[in-house]
């Protein structure tokens, strides 16, 4: 079964430092999200991209985040200066359609810890 | 009032029993509705998903969606000790950004 995959699935950065988180989507999707979930919270929306560009974020995604498709199969979100209160559990999702009546698909996630 | 609120349990239950989960919600926006099960460090594997009030069955799993009253509920029959696990609903409005609850985390006692 197609799957979305996220690396690394742990990662640790001293604050101020820059990660870049990677995943690589289900081939033929075309949506591409990240959520993140810190510690005992909820899973919370971030930012969504298609065709390109980023067509939906949330409050979350100030200027220290960003987004890339670099190529044709990776997309990555880019935390430029990181904070504490970053740590957290961050999953790539996809998606084949709008429509929602095809489910989001999402990757296993990767634990961000900043020290 | 929280978008969308839900039980977080621990809800603790003999094998073979039903389990019952439930979300309410305050955004009448909402139109599509999903359940997900979330293993220990993995990432939300959607269950089921449901689009107008109702029930909808498939296998040992069942999802009923009352819009009247914005609550949803997911039903477990026959549950085994594998269905231990967080259930997370999660909501759609326009657009397509998901909105989470908060999770119930199950256990099946063997």
């Known amino acids: 079964e197609p799957e979305v995959t996220q690396t690394p699935s742990h990662q640790v950065t001293q604050m101020g430092q820059e990660v870049i988180l990677r995943c690589v989507p289900i081939?033929?999707?075309?949506?591409f999200y990240w959520y993140r979930q810190i510690l005992g919270q909820k899973v919370e929306f971030l930012v969504s991209?298609?065709?390109?560009?980023?067509?939906?974020k949330s409050e979350i995604f100030d200027d220290q985040f960003s987004v890339e498709r670099p190529d044709g199969s990776n997309f990555t979100l880019k935390i430029r200066s990181t904070k504490l209160e970053d740590s957290a559990m961050y999953f790539c999702?996809?998606?084949?359609?709008?429509?929602?009546?095809?489910?989001?698909?999402f990757g296993s996630g990767t634990r961000l810890t900043v020290v | 009032q929280k978008e969308v609120e839900q039980d977080p349990g621990p809800l603790s239950v003999p094998e073979g029993a039903i389990v019952s989960l439930n979300c309410t919600y305050s955004?009448?926006?909402?139109?599509?509705f999903m359940w997900y099960r979330q293993y220990s460090r993995k990432g939300p594997e959607l269950l089921m998903y449901?689009?107008?009030?109702g029930n909808k069955e498939d296998g040992r799993f069942t999802a009923q969606v009352d819009k009247s009253s914005k609550y949803i509920s997911l039903f477990i029959r026959d549950s085994q000790p594998s269905d231990s696990a967080t259930y997370l609903c999660a909501m759609i409005a326009a657009g397509n950004k998901l909105t989470f609850g908060g999770g119930t985390r199950v256990l099946v006692k063997p």
């Open positions: 999702a996809s998606k084949f359609t709008l429509d929602s009546n095809y489910g989001y698909t």
């Open positions: 449901t689009y107008s009030s």
């Open positions: 991209f298609y065709n390109n560009e980023i067509s939906e």
């Open positions: 955004n009448s926006a909402f139109q599509y």
């Open positions: 081939s033929n999707h075309l949506y």
